[in-house]
T-cell receptor
Framework: KQEVTQIPAALSVPEGENLVLNCSFT??????LQWFRQDPGKGLTSLLL?????REQTSGRLNASLDKSSGRSTLYIAASQPGDSATYLC??????????FGQGTTLQVKP | GAGVSQSPRYKVAKRGQDVALRCDPI?????LFWYQQALGQGPEFLTY????????KSGLPSDRFFAERPEGSVSTLKIQRTQQEDSAVYLC??????????????FGPGTRLTVT
C-alpha cells in the first residue's frame, strides 16, 4: 500500500531564503508525482507535475525533483517571499488514478 | 467553465441533517474524484467516476455517504444523518483522459462542511 510522507510538518523562514520541502513515498512504481499549494480556506492549486520518466520540473522560482529509486521528491523554492506562505502538498496516483497525499508542509515566510 | 466549481462553498448542518454537495467539473473531463480533507491533514480519497460510472467507492467512510454523476458531468456527494466527524473540507477534482493515472487532476475550491 502506497504511503506518502512529508517532512517537516511546518517550516518558518525569513524572506529571501532558499528552501527545500521533502516528500517520500513507499512504492516506487509511480506514474507521476504532483506538488500542490493550498492557501488557508482554499482548494488546491497544482504547482508542478513530474512524470515518472522525468527527473525534474521547473516553474519560475520552483524546482521539483524526482528520484523514483529512493522514493523521494523535493520541492525547491528560491528566494522565498511572504506570498509563498501556504501549505504545500505532494501526491502520487494509484493505478486507478486516485491521488494519495502527504500530510503537507505548512510554510511561513516572514518579512 | 474555466475550472472546477463547487457549491456551496460553506455549509453548516445540524447533527442528523442530510446535506448535498455539488461539483461541476471542467467541461469534457471524463474522470471525477471526491476527496475529504480533515483539518491539518492531507486530502483523502472518497470516490471516483469515469463518465457516469462509479468505478471506485472504497474511500466512502460509511453507508451514509453516497455520490452520483448521472449524466457524466455534474456530480453530487450526499451525506445522510450528518455526524460531527463529517466536518471537513470536501474537494472535487477532474481529469481529462479515460486512464487518468498519468494526467493532472484539477481541483475545485472545496466545500467546508461544519456539523454542529
Amino acid at each position: 500500500k502506497q504511503e506518502v510522507t512529508q517532512i517537516p510538518a511546518a517550516l518558518s523562514v525569513p524572506e529571501g531564503e532558499n528552501l527545500v520541502l521533502n516528500c517520500s513515498f513507499t512504492d516506487s512504481a509511480i506514474y507521476n508525482l504532483q506538488w500542490f499549494r493550498q492557501d488557508p480556506g482554499k482548494g488546491l492549486t497544482s504547482l508542478l507535475l513530474i512524470q515518472s520518466s522525468q527527473r525534474e520540473q521547473t516553474s519560475g522560482r520552483l524546482n521539483a525533483s524526482l528520484d523514483k529509486s529512493s522514493g523521494r521528491s523535493t520541492l525547491y523554492i528560491a528566494a522565498s517571499q511572504p506570498g509563498d506562505s501556504a501549505t504545500y502538498l505532494c501526491a502520487v496516483p494509484s493505478n486507478t488514478g486516485k491521488l494519495i497525499f502527504g500530510q503537507g508542509t505548512t510554510l511561513q515566510v516572514k518579512p | 467553465g474555466a475550472g472546477v466549481s463547487q457549491s456551496p462553498r460553506y455549509k453548516v448542518a445540524k447533527r442528523g441533517q442530510d446535506v448535498a454537495l455539488r461539483c461541476d467539473p471542467i467541461s469534457g473531463h471524463v474522470s471525477l474524484f471526491w476527496y475529504q480533507q480533515a483539518l491539518g491533514q492531507g486530502p483523502e480519497f472518497l470516490t471516483y467516476f469515469q463518465n457516469e460510472a462509479q468505478l471506485d467507492k472504497s474511500g466512502l467512510p460509511s453507508d451514509r455517504f453516497f455520490a452520483e454523476r448521472p449524466e457524466g458531468s455534474v456530480s453530487t456527494l450526499k451525506i445522510q444523518r450528518t455526524q460531527q466527524e463529517d466536518s471537513a473540507v470536501y474537494l472535487c477534482a477532474s481529469s481529462l483522459p479515460r486512464y487518468s493515472s498519468s494526467y493532472e487532476q484539477y481541483f475545485g475550491p472545496g466545500t467546508r462542511l461544519t456539523v454542529t
